[in-house]
C-alpha cells in the first residue's frame, strides 16, 4: 500500500550540538517540490545545509546540498522509499554546531531525522484513478445526471453542445469497467466513452 502525507509536517532533532529540522510535504507535482524545498532555502539562509529529497510516482531526486556525497541526499531518499511514501518532498536542514559527525553519523542523523518525521506524518493511502470523457445526448441527461452520485465517481460540470453534453469523471480505477458498464447499458451504447488520462491520487 502507498501512501503520502495529508499536509505539511515538520520535526527537529538536535544531535551533537547540530540542530536537524525536517520538513515534509504532500506535492501534487515535480514543480510543486522544486518550489518547496527553494522556499525553506529562501526564508532560512543562515542554515549550513538544506538537504532533500522528493519522491512522485516513477521520478526522484535528491541533494547533498554541500554535505560528503552519499551522506545526506541519497540516505534521506532511501527513508522515503522504504516507508512506501509518494507524491512527497521532505528537505532535512542543518545548522552545525561544531562538532564534525563523519561520514557515518551524517548519514543517521541525516536519514534518522527524516524517518521519525515520516514516520510521525499523519498519511492516507494513495489510491490510483482514472479520468473518463463522455457525451450523452440531451434525450439521457437527467438520467445519467441522476445516476452518476450513485455510482462512486466525481463529475465535472457537464460542457454542452448542440447535441448534448461532455463529462469528465474521475473515479477510483478499480471501478473502470464497471462504470463503463453501467453508463453503456443506461445509455444503449450511445455514450461515447474515452479514457482521458489516469494518476495516482489520494482519496
Known amino acids: 500500500m502507498t501512501q503520502t502525507l495529508v499536509g505539511p509536517f515538520l520535526l527537529e532533532r538536535d544531535i551533537k550540538k547540530s540542530r536537524f529540522l525536517a520538513r515534509a510535504t504532500p506535492i501534487a507535482s515535480i514543480a510543486e517540490a522544486d518550489a518547496f524545498i527553494a522556499s525553506i532555502a529562501a526564508a532560512e539562509p543562515d542554515a549550513t545545509h538544506h538537504c532533500w529529497a522528493w519522491q512522485f510516482g516513477p521520478h526522484c531526486r535528491c541533494h547533498d ?48 531525522t527524516a524517518a521519525e518525521c515520516l514516520r510521525e506524518a499523519p498519511k492516507e493511502e494513495l489510491i490510483e484513478r482514472v479520468r473518463l470523457g463522455f457525451h450523452c445526448p440531451f434525450s439521457l441527461l437527467g438520467i445519467v445526471q441522476a445516476r452518476l ?20 469523471l474521475l473515479l477510483p480505477l478499480a471501478l473502470q469497467h464497471d462504470v ?13 466513452i474515452r479514457l482521458i488520462e489516469d494518476e495516482p491520487t489520494a482519496t
Open 65 to 112: 546540498a554541500g554535505e560528503p556525497s552519499g551522506t545526506a541526499g541519497r540516505p534521506i531518499l532511501q527513508v522515503v522509499v522504504a516507508q512506501k511514501l509518494d507524491r512527497v518532498a521532505i528537505v532535512v536542514s542543518r545548522w552545525f554546531g561544531g562538532i564534525k559527525l563523519g561520514a557515518g553519523g551524517l548519514v543517521r542523523a541525516y536519514a534518522g
Open 180 to 192: 463503463c458498464a453501467k453508463l453503456t447499458d443506461l445509455t444503449s451504447g450511445q455514450a461515447d
Open 149 to 168: 452520485p450513485e455510482w462512486g465517481v466525481e463529475a465535472e460540470p457537464p460542457v454542452f453542445d448542440e447535441n448534448g453534453a461532455w463529462f469528465q
